[in-house]
């Protein structure tokens, strides 16, 4: 397999866009690059949902994220990061990575923890988006 892509791209089904918007777009600055329609008949043929529903994609450096909204959401339960099959978290490195970390705070965002400073110098710290998401924030 040859990979022609810089970075992954990373699906999150979310329940609620305005939230997940407000969180990705508007807190955090990712821009939303288009919004695509998937209608129910793709979405049966390509076995991906039995509902219809609308890609909102962001760009997060290289990484393209979709925030996935369903006509009818499905149902969830939020585990602690321990207790879940999958995927556990996603990583963002940041630059500046305090003054990143305060201006979170300020708008709002709940961290799991103080930032904590690895042997090499830098500091990690998670989050949770709206839908309950771990993201792990790195840098110096």
Do not use: W
Not at 4 to 16: M, P
Not at 80 to 104: H, K, M, N, V, W
């Amino acid at each position: 397999m040859k990979i022609t892509k810089a970075a992954v791209d990373l699906s999150i089904i979310v329940r609620d866009i305005d939230k997940a918007l407000k969180f990705y777009r508007d807190v955090l600055g990712f821009p939303v690059n288009r919004v695509d329609t998937v209608p129910q008949d793709l979405g049966k043929r390509l076995l991906f949902s039995t509902t219809g529903c609308r890609i909102h994609r962001l760009y997060a450096g290289d990484t393209e994220i979709k925030l996935i909204e369903f006509d009818n959401p499905p149902e969830s339960d939020l585990c602690p990061i321990e207790s879940r099959s999958g995927i556990r978290y996603f990583t963002l490195s940041i630059a500046d990575f305090l003054e990143t970390y305060i201006d979170l705070q300020f708008r709002g965002v709940k961290f799991l923890s103080e930032p904590v400073q690895a042997k090499d110098g830098r500091f990690l710290i998670f989050l949770q988006d709206p839908d309950g998401n771990y993201i792990e924030l790195e840098g110096r």
